[in-house]
């Protein structure tokens, strides 16, 4: 057996195997980081694909039946319909809803196709103009053009209340008529409306609404119409 002495090999020998050694550690220690990264950006990618998507909200509209339309009244007075406002907690497209008073909470995945206020505007100037009274009735949001009279109307309240069974829709509104020529107020009422619901959630709130909204319309209209008269 032959034995070589140590101290007959070059130490250049030594050097270049042990950086050789090194190198291919590194190799190996990358080589596993980056399997690792990528086994674990997949599995991100799996997790993501997997993930069940949030629904999307159902959305209501203010929807009752249209009036009839008749000729405009040329010996009327002209009105003009000012888009309605709406108290702090109500601007707004969410259902709005009550278990306990004073507490407003907002279903989550139901909502207004847009505020309650902004709807309500053409609902009201059709509604008006099928009274055959007025030579003319416009909307504050498409006519600049100065009216005889002016209805300024707000919605206090329009919420779904918990408290009795079954659950109730409450619209609180109040109506302001004011004659523009002689500048005072000619009137003013709050109304108040309450209507059952036919089930326990957002859709029953909604019908309900919509029925509220009708009744509101048909007594607003008969009041504005007795002043004028």
């Known amino acids: 057996m032959l034995f070589l002495e140590t101290s007959l090999i070059p130490s250049w ?7 050789h050694s090194e190198q291919e550690n590194k190799m190996t220690v990358k080589r596993r980081t980056q399997g690792g ?12 694909w997997n993930l069940p998507t949030a629904a999307e909200p159902k959305t209501y509209l203010l929807d009752i039946p249209l009036p009839d339309i008749p000729f405009p009244n040329p010996a009327g007075r002209t009105l003009l319909v000012s888009m309605p406002k ?8 969410s259902l709005v809803y009550i278990h306990k008073y004073h507490i407003l909470e907002y279903y989550k ?9 902004r709807m309500l505007l053409p609902l009201l100037v059709l509604q008006f103009e099928s009274t055959g009274k007025f030579r003319a ?3 504050a949001s498409t006519s600049p053009i100065a009216c005889e009279l002016r209805l300024e109307t707000e919605i206090v309240r ?3 209340e918990f408290q009795t069974e079954p659950s109730l829709v409450r619209l609180v509104l ?7 020529a002689l500048r005072r107020v000619v009137a003013t009422k709050v109304f108040e409306i309450e209507k059952s619901t036919q089930s326990e959630d957002a859709e029953g709130g909604v019908i ?9 319309l048909t007594d607003l209209t008969a009041f504005v119409v007795e002043q004028v008269n």
């Open 208 to 216: 309900a609404a919509n029925q509220a909204v009708k009744k509101v």
């Open 158 to 160: 329009l919420q779904q």
């Open 137 to 139: 009735v416009l909307s």
């Open 37 to 48: 990264y990528l086994r674990l950006f997949i599995l991100i990618l799996f997790m993501a």
């Open 174 to 180: 109040r109506a302001q008529l004011l004659d523009m």
């Open 109 to 117: 995945q139901s909502q207004w196709i847009d505020t309650p206020a």
């Open 13 to 19: 020998f030594f050097d270049d195997y042990c950086n």
């Open 86 to 93: 709406a108290s702090p907690g109500f601007d707004t497209a």
